[in-house]
Structures are given as C-alpha cells and as structure tokens.
T-cell receptor
Framework: SAVISQKPSRDICQRGTSLTIQCQVD?????MFWYRQQPGQSLTLIAT?????????ESGFVIDKFPISRPNLTFSTLTVSNMSPEDSSIYLC???????????FGSGTRLTVV | GNSVTQMEGPVTLSEEAFLTINCTYT??????LFWYVQYPGEGLQLLLK???ADDKGSNKGFEATYRKETTSFHLEKGSVQVSDSAVYFC??????????WGAGTKLIIKP
C-alpha cells in the first residue's frame, strides 16, 4: 500500500499567521483528502483535494481559510490561514487508491496556535 | 445518508479478555467497511477491511465480518494485550471514495 509522508509533524504558531502542511505519497493515488481531528474525537473531513482543479470543501470549511493545492497525483498541501487558537488540532491527509480499498494516512500534523 | 455508529468508550478490559467493539452502519448499496486503529500519539493505521457481504477481514488477531443482514461490522479479538490499547475507528466508503467515520472507541487494556 502507499506510504504518505506528512510534514511538519507538529508546530506551534502565532495567531494571525499561516501554516502550510505538505503530504507526499510514494505512488499515485486517485483521491487525496484532508481531515481535522480534535483531541479524543473522530475525524472531520475538510476537503477533497482534486488534481489540477479546485478542492471540494465540506460544509463549514472554505477555501480562503484552508486553501489546498494538488498539482499532481502524489502531492498535496493544506494551508491553515490567519490562524486562531480554535484552529489548534491535528490535521491529517489521506490517499485513496483506484480500487477504493486502500486508504492510507499521513502521520498527522499537531498544530498549536498561541 | 450513509452513517456509522460504534459503541461508546472507553472500553476497559483485563489482559487476555475477549474483545468486541460493535459497529453498525447505514448505507445504500454495498459499501466497503474498515477498522482503523490509532495508537497514542500516532496517525491512523488500517487494521482490517471487508469489501462485500460475508467477507471476513483479519489482522493481528483481530477479526470483523461484514454482515449485510444486520448491517454490522463488529470488531473482535480473542485475547487482548496491553499493547492493543488504542482508539479504534469503524468506517465505510462508498463510490465517491470518501470515508464515513464512526466516533471512535477508546480501548484500555489493564495488565
């Protein structure tokens, strides 16, 4: 199965700044997703990253706050813009293979906004 | 719409006890079903999966059978270890590739 390298693994950021999280997959994946996970809770889908086109955002998430890029089938970035303490969370990327059976996750980025 | 319901945690067991974590789903058609595990401080790992009715997924002593008649995918293990302590997530996927997640069940195994 694919392996996803996600970085940074953690960061502490000042409010009002932006952080870009990168995910690199070691093979081509059909779909890539970005999730947020609050401590002790389940995953909330932020958006589906579409190769070569704008991401598809879930309700409650907007492109101005969470711009996403996916220039090719193995790489995606998520930017958390104009951060506030409420953005403190774990952010996870995921890749799905063509056969719909192989979902792989990055190791996550633990973000703390102070 | 599609949804996943799993038993609330935490579930606390003694080492070598039998484990069941219930998971039921609501979906149109025939989704694929998954169990993911998240160890403390780590990312998500696929534990096992099943892609059609009556399939049994298994890994590391864990098993789950895709039961369409009861729309269930319960996770079981015959003898748990302290190292199994983690959060377990049940999930399903449909033809849009998105995963629908359960709320997660924290498992605590005491020596």
């Amino acid at each position: 199965s694919a392996v996803i390298s996600q970085k940074p693994s953690r960061d502490i950021c000042q409010r009002g700044t932006s952080l870009t999280i990168q995910c690199q997959v070691d093979s081509q994946v059909t779909m890539m997703f970005w999730y947020r996970q609050q401590p002790g809770q389940s995953l909330t889908l932020i958006a589906t990253a579409n190769q070569g086109s704008e991401a598809t955002y879930e309700s409650g998430f907007v492109i101005d706050k969470f711009p996403i890029s996916r220039p090719n089938l193995t790489f995606s970035t998520l930017t958390v813009s104009n951060m506030s303490p409420e953005d403190s969370s774990i952010y996870l990327c995921s890749g799905a293979m063509m056969d719909n059976y192989g979902y792989t996750f990055g190791s996550g980025t633990r973000l703390t906004v102070v | 719409g599609n949804s996943v319901t799993q038993m609330e945690g935490p579930v606390t067991l003694s080492e070598e006890a039998f484990l069941t974590i219930n998971c039921t789903y609501t979906a149109t058609g025939y989704p694929s079903l998954f169990w993911y595990v998240q160890y403390p401080g780590e990312g998500l790992q696929l534990l096992l999966k099943a892609t059609k009715a009556d399939d049994k997924g298994s890994n590391k002593g864990f098993e789950a059978t895709y039961r369409k008649e009861t729309t269930s995918f319960h996770l079981e293990k015959g003898s748990v270890q302290v190292s199994d302590s983690a959060v377990y997530f049940c999930a399903l996927s449909w033809n849009n590739y998105q995963l629908i997640w359960g709320a997660g069940t924290k498992l605590i195994i005491k020596p």
